[in-house]
Nanobody
Framework: QVQLVESGGGLVQAGGSLRLSCAVS????????MGWYRQSPGNQRDLVATITSIGTTIYADPVKGRFTISRDNGKNTVDLQMNSLKPEDTAVYYC??????????WGQGTQVTVSS
C-alpha cells in the first residue's frame, strides 16, 4: 500500500506564503504524475497543480503565477510553494500520486487557512 503524507499547512495572513510538502512511501517512478488538489467545505476537490517526471506542469487558473509545484524523485517528495496567498485559498490540500487511470493514491490532507 502506497502512503502519502502531507505537511506544511497552517494559518497565514493574506499576502503571506506557505510551502507544502508531500512524502511518498515508495520510489516515485518516471511515469508517475504528482499533483496537489484542494477542497473547501461544501465544494468538490479541485485541481491545484500537477507535474510530470519531465517537469511539465499544469496549474489551475486561480493559482497561476502564485503557486509553484516541484518534485524530487530522489527524495520521493513533491512540494507546493504558495505565495501571495488569498483568503479564497483556504482549503484542505491533498497530494495525489497518479500511476494510471485506475491506480492512484491520496494523502490525508493538510489544512491551509488564510486570514484576511
Amino acid at each position: 500500500q502506497v502512503q502519502l503524507v502531507e505537511s506544511g499547512g497552517g494559518l497565514v495572513q493574506a499576502g503571506g506564503s506557505l510551502r507544502l510538502s508531500c512524502a511518498v512511501s515508495r520510489r516515485i517512478f518516471n511515469f508517475d504524475v504528482m499533483g496537489w488538489y484542494r477542497q473547501s467545505p461544501g465544494n468538490q476537490r479541485d485541481l491545484v497543480a500537477t507535474i510530470t517526471s519531465i517537469g511539465t506542469t499544469i496549474y489551475a487558473d486561480p493559482v497561476k503565477g502564485r503557486f509553484t509545484i516541484s518534485r524530487d524523485n530522489g527524495k520521493n517528495t513533491v512540494d507546493l510553494q504558495m505565495n501571495s496567498l488569498k483568503p479564497e485559498d483556504t482549503a484542505v490540500y491533498y497530494c495525489r500520486l497518479l500511476i494510471s487511470s485506475t491506480e492512484y493514491y491520496w494523502g490525508q490532507g493538510t489544512q491551509v487557512t488564510v486570514s484576511s
